[in-house]
C-alpha cells in the first residue's frame, strides 16, 4: 500500500467480489493491506475513465475480474463512510504468471 498525491497503490490485492454494473459503471471488491498491515475492503467503483489491463497488458471488461484474482489498484485516496467503503477506481490491473508480475498499468487522470 503507498500513496502519492491523493491516489492509493494496493499491490497484490484480492478480488472479493464483482457487485456487477450499475447505471454509470461497475464495482470490483478488493481486499488489501493497509500501511499499517492489517488487512481492508474497499469498493472500487469502475468508470469509463477507469484502466482495466489483463496480465498480458491488454484491456478487459469489468465482467472478466472474478473473485480470488491477485490484482493491483490504484484509486482515490478519499472514501465514501460506507462498510465497506468506495473509492474510484484509477486503474486495475491483474496479475498473471509464474512470476506474479504486471505487464504495465496506466492512469488515466
Known sequence: MAYFNGIQYATNATVVANPGRRESGCDIEINYLNDQGASRNVILRVTDSTVLRGADGSRVSCASFRPGQRVNASFTDSMSDSAPPMAR?????????????????DIDL
Open 89 to 105: 477506481a484509477y486503474s486495475i490491473t491483474r496479475l498473471g504468471g509464474a512470476s506474479g508480475g504486471v505487464v504495465g498499468i
